[in-house]
């Protein structure tokens, strides 16, 4: 896909993550952690040649991948910045003609408004928009200690810096846990007792 953009002139790339709901839904087509560091191997290989040409946006990695390109294979990676734009520059629009600030919003939304209130065939786009549950949802983890329940996000230094947790994960649990954050630790812990 990489040479491809790069041979008919395109000047961005977003590399989106397999998401297994709709018709995706019980599909086994999830890339491994294995498979997902080969994928991450392979772009930070090309990366260097054709980073003047074409702007990769590697969505479906957290930066924590940077850190583990440049320890463990000593290659550069595209800046990666992880985390929805729900509710600010992104929505979802049901079936019905219904308008939230993602999918997984639904419930939240609905339990503050009925479904007309936030209809598009009924209301002008812009003045749902306006309503205040699409103030950024990440206001839930604004001054608080939400993420604290996040691990290892707690302990990363792109938490609210490059990386956005989905804050819907989170609601009404104690503790969520992103695994694939955890091998990066490990593989980055792995490196620095190799190197002592």
Sequence with gaps: ??????????????????????NAKDKDLVLSFEEELEVV???AKKY??????????????????????????????????????????????????????????VSIVLSEYSGEQINLTIRPFYDIWKEKIFDNPYELTEGSEFYQKYKPCNKCKYLKNKCYPCPVFGINKEEIKIKKCNNYFDLGRDIKKDEK
């Design 1 to 22: 896909m990489i040479d491809f953009c790069v041979e008919t002139g395109v000047e961005e790339l977003n590399l989106l993550e397999y998401i297994p709901r709709g």
């Design 41 to 43: 191997k392979e772009i």
């Design 48 to 105: 260097s040649q054709v980073k003047d040409v074409l702007n990769i946006n590697p969505r479906f990695v957290r930066p924590l991948v940077q850190d583990y390109c440049k320890q463990c294979l000593g290659l550069d990676f595209p800046d990666v910045v992880h985390g929805c734009g729900a509710g600010t520059f992104f929505g979802f629009i049901n079936n019905k003609g219904e308008l939230y600030p993602c999918d997984w919003y």
